[in-house]
T-cell receptor
Framework: DTEVTQTPKHLVMGMTNKKSLKCEQHMGHRAMYWYKQKAKKPPELMFVYSYEKLSINESVPSRFSPECPNSSLLNLHLHALQPEDSALYLC????????????FGPGTRLTVL | AQTVTQSQPEMSVQEAETVTLSCTYDTSENNYYLFWYKQPPSRQMILVIRQEAYKQQNATENRFSVNFQKAAKSFSLKISDSQLGDTAMYFCAFTYNNNDMRFGAGTRLTVKP
């Protein structure tokens, strides 16, 4: 089973709202990732968690706040977003960081009004 | 720095025919993985095929196969007996360390009936 799930599928929020994206995997993977993907562009790495600890933050603004409560769950907390943050947010997981295959979830389509 | 180049923004193929998507990359690393991911309109990133750099034999997965030329740093994807469900954006990706997965710009493939 190579399933990564993400909720919600779609999210519309105002610039003053606080919302969260959720990602879950039950493959026993110890590395999880958040990517941002704009239309017709490749995914861009935002955060990497390895063994539930943040290992990479690719200079992402503080209005995006990741959280890894346990090895199966990854959250992305959103606050005071801008319209240009509208995008597809993809979660992925892999056995570990290093040279392993990443498996992606279906994504959350975020629209910021 | 690692780079991945897909020089074909768009391609089309008739159903049941064969099509080849091109990808070149640049790296000084010796141990790495190469991937082809498919992203249909449903937007889920689906792993199509994976190639470990240390393996000389080209990877195959049913109708999908790669031509991996390590010295030339080339990694093309051949889709045989194309099906309508193959219509998608195809991303070539490279990693030597999952903290730094690099994607190409993508090739939009349309399979015509």
């Amino acid at each position: 089973d190579t399933e990564v799930t993400q909720t919600p599928k779609h999210l519309v929020m105002g610039m003053t709202n606080k919302k969260s994206l959720k990602c879950e995997q039950h493959m026993g993977h110890r590395a999880m990732y958040w990517y941002k993907q704009k239309a017709k562009k490749p995914p861009e790495l935002m955060f990497v968690y390895s063994y539930e600890k943040l290992s990479i933050n690719e200079s992402v603004p503080s209005r995006f706040s990741p959280e890894c409560p346990n090895s199966s769950l990854l959250n992305l907390h959103l606050h005071a977003l801008q319209p240009e943050d509208s995008a597809l947010y993809l979660c992925a997981s892999s056995q570990e960081t290093g040279v392993y295959t990443q498996y992606f979830g279906p994504g959350t389509r975020l629209t910021v009004l | 720095a690692q780079t991945v180049t897909q020089s074909q923004p768009e391609m089309s193929v008739q159903e049941a025919e064969t099509v080849t998507l091109s990808c070149t990359y640049d790296t000084s690393e010796n141990n790495y993985y190469l991937f082809w991911y498919k992203q249909p309109p449903s937007r889920q990133m689906i792993l199509v095929i994976r190639q470990e750099a240390y393996k000389q034999q080209n990877a195959t997965e049913n109708r999908f196969s790669v031509n991996f030329q390590k010295a030339a740093k080339s990694f093309s994807l051949k889709i045989s007996d194309s099906q309508l469900g193959d219509t998608a954006m195809y991303f070539c990706a490279f990693t030597y360390n999952n903290n730094d997965m690099r994607f190409g710009a993508g090739t939009r493939l349309t399979v015509k009936p």
